[in-house]
């Protein structure tokens, strides 16, 4: 696909309501397609048209704007989804760039202090967009002139090659400051730390694993988003367990480490396609054998706890990733790290700590 910018005047933006699987709103009709928000291949996931609920008298945005995208206040989707329109952006002709908010059923409240993330704010600057330029569209509004640019990723799709090309040619913004010294050259992503928003039971069987042989416990949300990058270019491997975090590569045409996901769902549709398009990269273990436990308490969705049938081939894949002589799993050490998992689930009563044992065993 190639880049375009559709320029449009007069337009009518309207929030999107999350429904389901679909984003209801954005813009008025179809015939916007380079505005559009697309998964799987190019398919169309958004319904234009206003969403019933905001039968509101309109604002009106004077000016010319770049459309960047919707803004879901979510750190995978704000850098899969938010930022690979902002290669277009060009203060020369631009009064400023636009994001359009995002709400789910019977939460409008969703609409109301939408603020710019530090993480963002530095995206930005990368792409010479000051903070003072941006508009989060929260209402129904027609703005005067608006450049609707093609992404030049999106999510379940990853990079175009004239994107690849863009960010290749622009790293140099990104890598300024760069200091190899302070990083390790082998990184363990894992979810330990945030056990609560979604992880996978016998994580820590693993992270022992890893830090056995050189790995070092890498948590993102402890670095600027500047040196999570810097981490990641440096590195020789990376093993995540699958989570946002692996995303702060959007903004690297390619990472020279072996990449390995241990996944928490049996499709990898939201990571492989990015990673294989610019590492070498692999997944650690059987991916059928990856379920949801529950919903049980808070642990729901995408926050779920996760359960595999299968470690042991989670725990084969990584000696051979990283080509070890090591022994062979222990599947007893690794029942008693996920009974002590469990035992120490934050704001889990004995109760919840059962149901999750009888729906695992």
Known sequence: ???????????????????????????????????????????????????????????????????????????????????????????????GVIFLSMYFENKESMLLNVHIPEYLAYVLSLFNVEIDKIKIINSKTIVEKIDIPEPGSYLTNGHHDWYKDYLDKNKFKILDGYNKEIYGKNLFLGRRHISRKGYLLGETYFQKFLEEHGFIYFIPERYALRDQIYALFNADNVIFSEGSAIYCSELLPNLNARVQMIPRRPDPIFYEPHLNRKSKFSIAGRLKSFTRVGPIGDWKGPSSLVWTADPESIYCDLVENLGLDVPKFDRDEFDAHVRNEIESLPNADQTVKKDIINLIV
């Open 1 to 95: 696909m190639l880049k375009n910018v559709d320029i449009r005047d007069q337009v009518l933006l309207t929030p999107y309501l999350l429904r389901g699987d679909r984003f209801y709103g954005g813009f008025p009709n179809e015939s916007f397609t380079t505005g559009r928000i697309r998964r799987n291949n190019g398919v169309p996931i958004d319904v234009p048209g206003v969403a019933e609920n905001l039968d509101i008298a309109p604002a009106y945005l004077s000016g010319r704007y770049l459309f960047a995208g919707m803004f879901y206040n979510h750190f995978g989707h704000i850098l899969t989804e938010s930022i690979h329109r902002l290669w277009a952006y060009d203060p020369s002709k631009h009064d």
